[in-house]
């Protein structure tokens, strides 16, 4: 399973890499921004995507809409990743069209089943 | 036509509560804005409903109309352009409001508060807080002008500085009183004799300054409100003699009181019953029954035996004193009374009954130990732990959830209702050798002998039979109330002030987490929550990676940095730079599991999204920023 992580912040990356890879036996690709993030998924064709919301210039939001506008990434199913687990933020961001909602800061050990669960 | 005055009377009540209205409108408005769920939507759809209910009793058709279109609206799916409408409905609302207030009939007008005040600063403030309220104001700066100003035209109620000058305005009062104008008094005097002294005059509030504006607003309310009047104390006379009765009467209720006659021996029981009395004045002599008869019945029942008596005598005799004593009175009165003596000894006996100390905090939660006890009570279970370490004590720190609107949306009665019914629920469910105590406002203390843990589930038991209460308002809506409680073990060598804000810490972590729950604090020196380094450890095994080490580094070098972003948000005085940093920030230090240091920067991040610019949330980000670098650096 390959994964695709946009997220701004370096730390969030790094936990997340070390977890899908470690703990989940997963293939992980990085990005940094929105941008990049959409041109990756359009490239490595990943099987999910992990997704920040608040990012600065193009945010989670913003990305998840460019990616459903690209014939290509359309399918792809994204995971939003938000630091607020208030549930009316989370209901928000389901109904932007994510697959689920994951909280940050991780669970080290368990972030590979959370994403299985929400993507199944 | 003119309309009965009852009719104007009842509308100029409404007109005044209207800019309340609009603003709760508005608070859930941005509520629902914000979080589009149902639980926001019921709360503004119920808000829109009890307007558009009441509305046309009061002739304000298109103020009901408007109410209708946002009850309508806020039953349609919650799009983007359906919360448009309803904010432009209740832009709408506002205006019709705006406009019923400035162009009502000239009977209607907004009511009149006339403020005794010779210092200009305060003076201002008063009139600028009041018209915000939607309320017209009236300034007076000396005894003279005040009384000129009564004379002419009473005002619906007065606010009156007790300290006009070097002058004591307490004749001030004497001659307001007569015109049935409420008054409220605000000073400098802390001294328990001048509020009794005020209380006496018939002032119906009494604020020490500095004043807290909302609860001056909240009183000016409810004395404009019928049938919110300061009520003291509620007094039953048992007598025969109406002369008497007629005598007593008007100077009880001068002094606040409530004042229940009974001259029928026969309905004492009912009206005992009926009235529930804080005190009761009996006559000696009465027909049927002698006054000690009834003081013996009456202590030999559970219910009344705490209530203070007061007998009447006009008998002479040295041996009255004993026997009414013997008979269970607290004290007798000689006839003729004097107004002074009568007041003198209710007051003394309502004091010793612990009653008027709360009623002059407007607080009718008899029973529970007042903000000073408790605080004196936590001080000595932190000397009794100092002397025997081995006692086990939990405090715990309990706010009932949402109480402010409890209070815009049902009244403040329901809502005194409501913390009463706290008070007495946490009373009544709690060991005899638990402390249970008011703290202030909506704000309750408990000391357990137990340790945390259990105390933590004995609260989070009373907080689940305590959400099941139902609660009524006045016009019989019901709605259920909850609250949030932090808890904290007593440790050894922790001084009391520290107990109190680590369980004050607990309250506010449950209530950031979405209240009704029940939090155990965290010992202070944990900065690090093993909840989110465990898994690390864990990972750093798995993958052979030292990965907290290079988190930790990677902390380190971008603190800098995201403390002068920070700063330089805070100099420019710019919401939007410190949200992003603060949120940044904290993302950083959720991941190296600083937990403090997360919850400020979420605090920050929150209070920036709304634009503001919290200097003093900085700061407390920055030394708890500093204490995070310190441990990481060891």
Redesign the interface.
Known sequence: MRVLIIDD????R??AV??L???GKMEVIEAANGMDGVEKARDAQPDAILLDV?M?SMDGPATLAALREEESTRHIPVVFVT?RA????L??LRSLGAQGVLT??F????LPDDLRAILS | MSEPAWKVDAKRRYYVSLPAKTKLLRELGKDLAAFPDDLHRDALHSAFHRIHGSAGSYDCDELGRIAAEGERLTCEDLTAPVLERIRGTIDAFDAEVQRLISEGPETLHRARILIVEDDDVTATLLQEILEREGLSTQRAATHGEAVAAIELAPPQAAIIDLTLGSTSALDLLDRVWPRAVPMIVISADKAFETKLEAVRRGCAAYFTKPVEWEELVRKVRAVLEPGLQVRGSRILIVEDDPDQIAYLTPILERAGHTVAPCNDVATVEERLASFDPDLIILDVKLPIASGHDIARYLRQQERYAAVPILFLTALEGSGVETQAIAAGGDDFLRKPVSPEMLLTSVDSRLLRAGRLKTMLERDPLTGLLTHRSLVERIANTVALKQRNASLVFSLVMIDVDFFKRVNDTYGHLTGDHVLSSLGSFLLHHLRGTDLVGRYGGEEFGVILAAPPEQAVEVMRNLLREFSAVTHRSDDGVEFHVSFTAGVAGLEALMSAEEWKLTADRALLEGKRAGRKQVILAQRDESLFDDAVLAPLRELEKRSGVPIIAELTTLFLETLPQRVESMQRGLAAGDAKAIEHAAHAFRSASGNIGARNLAALCGELETAAARGLVDEALVGKVLSESARVQQALRV
């Open positions: 912040e370096e730390d969030v790094r936990i070390l977890s890879v470690n703990v608040m600065p630091a208030m549930s009316s933020e209901s928000r940050k800061p669970n080290a050990m368990t």
